[in-house]
């Protein structure tokens, strides 16, 4: 057997296209002898790559359901796609095949993930594509694959190896060496192309251990050396942000205050130019009112004051005949007519008033809108600068090998060892940066509330257990049996007016 691992790739439905179907047109699947899916459900093999894709969009709900650490690089590339092929003259059944697969995904730790498995019949060797997904389906979490290649040959080496046992009495009564030796060396020349570096064909001793324990320490001082730099740089960009978010926020209430000033005197104007209007409206009604009192008992003089107010005591239109002729006899009725018209002018003089305030605050409003956009735009783009220099001056801070070549300087005495601003005796570069982050974490809720964290521990996640409450609780209510009820309603009703 001889397995060969392809390029990573990005589309779970372009992969699946590609091993379900002819490569020339995908409408026909000549080429497929058979095929399966491995923990996608009831889905059909044609459809297992909808399942894939929604574990990959859901990969960071399923990492907060699983409890698992959401930091870390994205996976971008999910769709692993790999091939197991046999020598021509060696024809596996298919249970052989399916087994294999499936051994191969126990190989590389993948026993667990979303895969397709298609057989092809379309070379003169019988080979399998196999398409798995490499987030979890479960946790969320992206497999550790490291050296799945090696992996891949152990595993095909070994199910050689066992093969090999019961087909060996067969070909050596044919006399020919057995196909799995062919298939051994063929490999051998696949891998020294894929992999030139003899150090990884190197077969590490049971007794040489993984990890050099003097080197794993010191990776792990520059990777604490490094989160003390960032931790320095974090302290520094959340002092420097705050900063920058009060001199914004007092920008933008001097412009509100600006615009409400503005707003202000807007309207004092205004009440200042109608207050004259106000006094001489009111003068002119004043002396009316009292002109009309005078005519009580002069009903010549009340007729010829109708006919001429005549327009005005019918709000806009001509009195008729029998409604002068009521004004004329009863001074009463004239009284609250002059009074109704007053009252009418007055509504007048107060409308017009508050159309020129609405329109001069509106003026002033609509000045404020694109004074406010310009400083948000200029906010937003000087918010932008600053990240961006925050950034820069963090990439060129936090780096491994200026983080090794510090610690190995200070080791040395070439320089001395300096602690970080406001660090605690004795305190180790994990501890301080735990501590800063710890404080960071609690200015942010103090500031912006319990939920505004970036980064809170998986610890802190877990809410709180309810209190226990005497109140009986609430049943849910039915939803089938309301929707059926509603149902029967509306079909009821179509009947009645199917019957009209």
């Known amino acids: 057997m001889i397995p060969r691992i392809h390029k990573r790739g990005t589309s779970f439905k372009t992969a699946h296209l590609y091993i379900l ?51 870390g690089a994205d996976n971008k590339t999910p769709v692993m796609h790999y091939t197991l092929s046999w020598a021509p003259d060696d024809r596996p059944s298919k249970p052989q095949m399916m087994d294999a697969a499936l051994k191969s995904l126990k190989a590389l730790g993948l026993e667990d993930h979303q895969a397709t498995i298609a057989a092809h019949n379309d070379t003169d060797h019988a080979h399998l594509h196999i398409i798995v997904n490499t987030v979890n389906p479960t946790t969320g979490r992206t497999a550790a694959l490291k050296f799945p290649a090696l992996a891949l040959r152990d595993f095909a080496r070994e199910h050689d190896r066992i093969r090999l046992e019961y087909e060996a009495a067969r070909h ?108 001489d409206l009111y003068e002119a009604q004043s002396q009316e009112a009292k002109r009309v009192g005078q005519l009580l008992d002069k009903p010549l003089e009340r007729a010829v004051y109708v006919f001429v107010n005549s327009e005005r005591l019918g709000n806009g239109r001509a009195l008729t005949p029998k409604e002068a002729t009521a004004l004329i006899i009863s001074p009463t009725k004239l009284a609250k007519a002059v009074e109704r018209l007053h009252g009418r002018e007055r509504s007048g003089m107060a409308q017009v008033e508050k159309v020129e305030v609405k329109e001069r605050l509106d003026r002033v409003w609509r000045a404020h809108d694109v004074s406010y956009n310009n400083l948000k735009a200029r906010q937003q783009a000087e918010a932008k600068d600053i990240r961006d220099q925050q950034k820069e001056a963090a990439d060129e801070d936090i780096s491994y090998n200026l983080a090794k070549a510090e610690l190995i300087a200070e080791r040395r005495g070439e320089i001395p060892e300096t602690p970080p601003p406001n660090a605690q005796p004795f305190e180790t570069d994990a501890v301080y940066a735990k501590r800063v982050r710890r404080e960071i974490n609690t200015a942010y809720r103090e500031l912006y509330g319990p939920d505004s964290v970036p980064r809170i521990p998986w610890g802190e996640r877990t809410a709180p257990a309810p209190e226990p409450t005497t109140e009986p609780q609430q049943t849910p209510p039915d939803i089938d049996a309301e929707l059926e009820a509603l149902k029967r309603k509306w079909a009821q009703e179509r009947d009645f007016d199917t019957g009209l």
């Not at 995908?26 to 459900?41: E, H, I, L, P």
């Not at 931790?231 to 205050?257: C, G, I, M, P, S």
């Open 172 to 279: 050596r009564q044919a006399n020919k060496p057995p196909p799995y030796t062919r298939n051994h060396e063929q490999r051998r020349e696949v891998m020294a192309k894929l992999r030139p570096d003899p150090k990884l064909e190197r077969i590490r001793p049971p007794h040489e251990p993984r990890i050099n324990r003097r080197r794993a320490l010191e990776h792990k001082d520059v990777v604490d050396r490094m989160k003390r730099h960032a931790a320095v740089h974090a302290k520094a960009n959340f002092v420097e942000n705050r900063a920058v978010t009060a001199v914004h926020r007092y920008e933008r209430d001097q412009l509100y205050e600006n615009t409400r000033q503005a707003s202000h005197v807007a309207l004092a104007h205004v009440r200042e130019r109608f207050r004259s209007r106000w006094r």
């Open 21 to 71: 179907n002819d490569p020339d047109q995908q409408k026909t699947a000549n080429r497929v002898d058979w095929a399966f899916s491995v923990n996608c459900g009831d889905a059909e093999p044609a459809e297992a790559w909808r399942a894939m894709v929604d574990t990959w969009d859901n990969r960071t709900a399923l990492k907060r359901e699983a409890g698992v650490d959401l930091r």
